[in-house]
């Protein structure tokens, strides 16, 4: 039993998910050393006098929702199309400003939140799909086709409201971007568990997983396999507009606002650092969303470590990309190849040993 548990860890240790579990586990023992209590969770009466969980790994389960639904989309994006879409922070706008408007346009209620949170959808769908035809259709590399949505993307969120930051509340939005009265989990995280699983059951119990990565991996074999590649990567926009539409539905929910310049601001570069800390390659090709999903946990945990550590928020940049460039080098394939090679001549060394004794 303890060899087959220790085998299972071995092989963990060897595979795509190896930088990211290392990265949190790193993480953990920091926070553990720095402070006992940082992953304590308390149970606590919020604002409205409902009972609610709090504390630091609270905060980073609920902090990471919106980004961890970006980078299945953007998982997805890469894997298709060998390239990194640059504007889902702006398309997410987009959508944000759409669901303001509808829900501004009538008296919110639970139809008029699912009526605004569809059409949004549509809306960000379309917007996405348009990088989508730029990508798929004139073979525009990803990264400059999503260049023009991620320019002008905000300042059409700004015109669809009419130029203005406008607010709103209601007790059920304030459900949906924090706590459902007798519910003590935060609803966001509630949703990204229901949003996980899925689009796993999607990708696994379809063959849409293996079609979008066959096309990442070899186009060409895959459309002479029956698989059609301009079809795969609309897919994957779709989906990706479907991200983008609950991400910023949930900011504006957490908010009761929508302001079109700072909504998910920087949250490309978020996703797509989530991305590579998951082992997942930029360059397309095989994927593993449970890598993504833990990259982007993993960012928001530095995150909330750097203000634990009272570092200043001008300052948290700026720590955080020294150390996520030191988990991407830790998994670029120079340094797997460089760790295999030097596992290879351990091993060579250790079954020389025994030989040369039995020789004696």
């Excluded at 298709?80 to 509808?102: C, L």
């Excluded at 008296?107 to 917007?127: D, L, R």
């Excluded at 779709?238 to 539409?245: A, D, E, K, M, R």
Aim: with cysteine.
């Amino acid at each position: 039993m303890a060899n087959k548990i220790m085998n299972q860890i071995k092989k963990l240790f060897q595979s795509q998910l190896a930088i990211p579990i290392v990265a949190l586990l790193v993480l953990v023992i920091f926070n553990l050393i720095r402070d006992p209590s940082f992953f304590s969770i308390a149970v606590k009466k919020n604002n409205l006098g409902n009972t609610v969980l709090s504390g630091n790994l609270i905060s980073i389960l609920n902090g990471a929702s919106e980004l961890v639904i970006l980078s299945i989309g953007m998982t997805l994006v890469t894997s298709a199309t060998k390239g990194q879409d640059i504007s889902i922070g702006a398309s997410a706008a987009i959508a944000g400003s759409v669901f303001v408007k509808i829900l501004r346009a009538w008296s919110v209620n639970p139809g008029t939140i699912i009526f605004g949170i569809v059409f949004a959808c549509v809306v960000a769908v379309i917007f996405c799909l348009l990088n989508g035809v730029l990508i798929a259709k004139f073979n525009i590399q990803p990264m400059i086709a999503s260049l023009i949505l991620y320019t002008a993307g905000r300042p059409i969120a700004y015109w669809i409201n009419g130029g203005a930051t406008p607010n709103v509340e209601s007790p059920l939005l304030t459900y949906l971007g924090g706590f459902i009265p007798h519910i003590a989990i935060p609803t966001p995280i509630i949703i990204v568990v229901i949003f996980i699983v899925l689009i796993n059951l999607l990708l696994k119990k379809t063959t849409l997983g293996l079609y979008i990565q066959s096309v990442g991996i070899n186009e060409r074999a895959a459309k002479l396999n029956g698989i059609n590649p301009v079809l795969m990567k609309m897919i994957v926009f779709v989906i990706l507009g479907v991200c983008v539409t609950l991400a910023g539905s949930m900011n504006v929910c957490r908010i009761g606002l929508i302001n079109h310049e700072t909504i998910l601001l920087d949250i490309e570069m978020d996703a797509i650092l989530a991305v590579a800390i998951g082992g997942n390659s930029l360059g397309g090709g095989k994927f593993k969303l449970s890598g993504s999903i833990l990259g982007a946990y993993i960012i928001q945990a530095l995150t909330i470590t750097l203000y634990a550590m009272k570092v200043s928020s001008t300052a948290v940049k700026a720590y955080k990309a020294v150390v996520i460039i030191i988990i991407v080098v830790a998994g670029s394939p120079v340094v797997k190849d460089w760790i295999k090679g030097l596992r290879n001549k351990i091993a060579q060394k250790s079954s020389v040993r025994p030989a040369a004794v039995e020789a004696r």
